[in-house]
């Protein structure tokens, strides 16, 4: 794993959000873009990265994989309706286990990109946007209202759980905390104070390098996410990236080319983007995506993100 903070002190990074549509664009099936097949999935990374030439390699598929580990789903419930826990369910029986469901295969494709000297950023639920999964976001939104004590207590143990996958991640890889649900596109500030914030401060705390991604509106919560321990805050098109390096200037900036625009746009758009971004640049870079490309990205618009990325990094 290359030292993520002496590195990005010498030039911009670069890592896209790809997931499930680079390892779709190689070699990857249905049946195996989600991580059902860890050495076929880490095979698959590999080569966008070295087709594309960019620097890490951001391994994640679904939202499930923690959920499937704690024997609650199956992978197939990625086309299901998805929240299991109801107010009767003994909160405290949650347990994760490190051997189920996908985190295995997880584990192989992590093996195998770091066997060819890769440095690979690792997708983790937060505790709050966990919390979210296992009820169904719905009924947890709902909750946070009507059913206070019992959406504490499940943010409690959904605490305990991402600090285990963490723990167990840090080693082999950079855990990237995902707590998407907690953003201000969904829940007011004070909510998040109320509810996110000290969960996801403990859950970066047990990370060795704390990486913290949001999607969504975080305008109104950024003081609060620059307090939440992470030394990289990667975040959505909806912030302007000139108003995240002053507010961010400490930490490492990650972001925020719009994936829907590398979908719909071309080559000469992706362009103006990535420029827009490297002449914001005022600090700390890694250039990616604000969240993960859609599967039917064209490919010649990840290449014109690269590639403009270390023309325009000066």
Same mark, same amino acid.
């Given at each position: 794993?290359?030292?993520?903070?002496?590195?990005?002190?010498?030039?911009?990074?670069?890592?896209?959000?790809?997931?499930?549509?680079?390892?779709?664009?190689?070699?990857?099936?249905?049946?195996?873009? #989600?991580?059902?097949?860890?050495?076929?999935?880490?095979?698959?990374?590999?080569?966008?990265?070295?087709?594309?030439?960019? /620097?890490?390699?951001?391994? $994640? $598929?679904? @939202?499930?994989?923690?959920? &499937?580990?704690?024997? +609650?789903?199956?992978? %197939?419930?990625?086309? &299901?309706?998805?929240?299991?826990?109801?107010?009767?369910? =003994?909160?405290?029986?949650?347990?994760?286990? +490190? /051997?189920?469901?996908? *985190?295995?295969?997880?584990?192989?494709?992590? &093996?195998?990109?770091? %066997?060819?000297?890769?440095?690979?950023?690792?997708?983790?639920?937060?505790?709050?946007?966990?919390?979210?999964?296992?009820?169904?976001?719905?009924?947890?939104?709902?909750?946070?209202?009507?059913?206070?004590?019992?959406?504490?207590?499940?943010?409690?143990?959904?605490?305990?759980? %991402?600090?285990?996958?963490?723990?167990?991640?840090? &080693?082999?890889?950079?855990?990237?905390?995902?707590?998407?649900?907690?953003?201000?596109?969904?829940? %007011?500030?004070?909510?998040?104070?109320?509810?996110? #914030?000290?969960?996801?401060?403990?859950?970066?705390?047990?990370?060795?390098?704390?990486?913290?991604?949001?999607?969504? /509106?975080?305008?109104? @919560?950024?003081? /609060?996410?620059?307090?939440?321990?992470?030394?990289? *805050?990667?975040?959505?098109?909806?912030? =302007? @990236?000139?108003?995240?390096?002053?507010?961010?200037?400490?930490?490492?900036?990650?972001?925020?080319?719009?994936?829907?625009?590398?979908?719909?746009?071309?080559?000469?758009?992706?362009?103006?983007?990535?420029?827009?971004?490297?002449?914001?640049?005022?600090?700390?870079?890694?250039?990616?995506?604000?969240?993960?490309?859609?599967?039917?990205?064209?490919?010649?618009?990840?290449?014109? +993100?690269?590639?403009?990325?270390?023309?325009?990094?000066?």
């Amino acid at each position: 794993m290359i030292d993520i903070e002496e590195e990005v002190k010498k030039r911009t990074l670069i890592a896209p959000m790809g997931g499930c549509y680079i390892a779709k664009l190689y070699g990857c099936g249905k049946k195996h873009y #989600f991580c059902r097949n860890g050495e076929i999935f880490g095979k698959a990374l590999c080569k966008a990265k070295e087709h594309f030439g960019y /620097d890490i390699i951001h391994l $994640s $598929s679904d @939202i499930y994989v923690e959920v &499937e580990a704690m024997g +609650l789903y199956d992978w %197939s419930c990625i086309y &299901e309706r998805y929240g299991k826990v109801n107010e009767n369910f =003994d909160v405290d029986s949650l347990t994760i286990n +490190l /051997d189920g469901g996908r *985190i295995p295969e997880y584990k192989k494709a992590i &093996e195998y990109c770091n %066997s060819k000297n890769n440095t690979v950023f690792v997708s983790v639920s937060g505790p709050f946007t966990l919390a979210a999964i296992l009820r169904g976001i719905d009924r947890f939104m709902i909750d946070l209202i009507k059913n206070e004590k019992f959406a504490k207590d499940l943010i409690k143990k959904t605490t305990e759980i %991402s600090k285990i996958v963490i723990e167990d991640i840090n &080693e082999i890889a950079y855990p990237f905390v995902v707590d998407a649900v907690a953003s201000s596109s969904l829940i %007011s500030p004070e909510f998040y104070r109320k509810f996110a #914030f000290k969960p996801i401060k403990k859950v970066l705390k047990v990370c060795d390098f704390p990486i913290l991604h949001m999607c969504g /509106d975080i305008n109104p @919560i950024l003081d /609060d996410i620059k307090k939440t321990g992470a030394k990289v *805050i990667s975040f959505d098109n909806n912030l =302007d @990236i000139s108003k995240a390096f002053e507010v961010f200037k400490d930490l490492i900036v990650f972001g925020n080319i719009d994936p829907s625009m590398m979908y719909y746009s071309k080559v000469d758009r992706v362009r103006m983007e990535v420029k827009k971004c490297m002449e914001a640049k005022n600090g700390d870079y890694i250039l990616s995506t604000g969240c993960s490309l859609p599967v039917g990205t064209p490919k010649e618009n990840l290449e014109a +993100l690269v590639y403009y990325g270390r023309c325009y990094d000066v």
